[in-house]
């Protein structure tokens, strides 16, 4: 059975980083597509980035080009999403969701396992 672990939220002082990490088990990470997803209070689950099986196909939503990376070690069965420049807007729970992924390509937000989410707190 898939199974999503997220870790590495916590609270940050705008400006500051923090490493989000996905630890996936039941499948092998080089099948799945993952995709980064953020909820903030009182608002609807929205996508953040997403990074095909094969790395190929990488997606950012406009609001975190540039401060955000999506990365996955399929060898280690692990995704990251770095993210820099925090700010108190990108408070949320942040989730990895995973789908499987034959064509290496699929980058779309739309997937069918989710981990249980971390949260993340950006204030001074």
């Known amino acids: 059975q898939l199974r999503l672990v997220e870790s590495g939220g916590g609270l940050v002082q705008p400006g500051g980083s923090l490493r989000l990490s996905c630890e996936v088990s039941?499948?092998?990470?080089?099948?799945?597509?993952i995709g980064w997803f953020r909820q903030a209070p009182g608002e609807e689950r929205v996508g953040v980035s997403c990074?095909?099986?094969?790395?190929?196909?990488?997606d950012y939503v406009d609001s975190v080009k540039g401060r955000f990376t999506v990365s996955r070690d399929n060898a280690e069965n692990m995704a990251y999403l770095q993210m820099n420049n925090l700010q108190p807007e990108d408070t949320a729970v942040y989730y990895c969701a995973a789908t499987l992924d034959f064509s290496g390509r699929y980058c779309v937000y739309n997937y069918d396992n989710w981990g249980q989410g971390t949260q993340v707190t950006v204030s001074s």
């Open positions: 990074i095909s099986s094969m790395g190929t196909n990488i």
């Open positions: 039941g499948e092998s990470l080089d099948v799945l597509s």
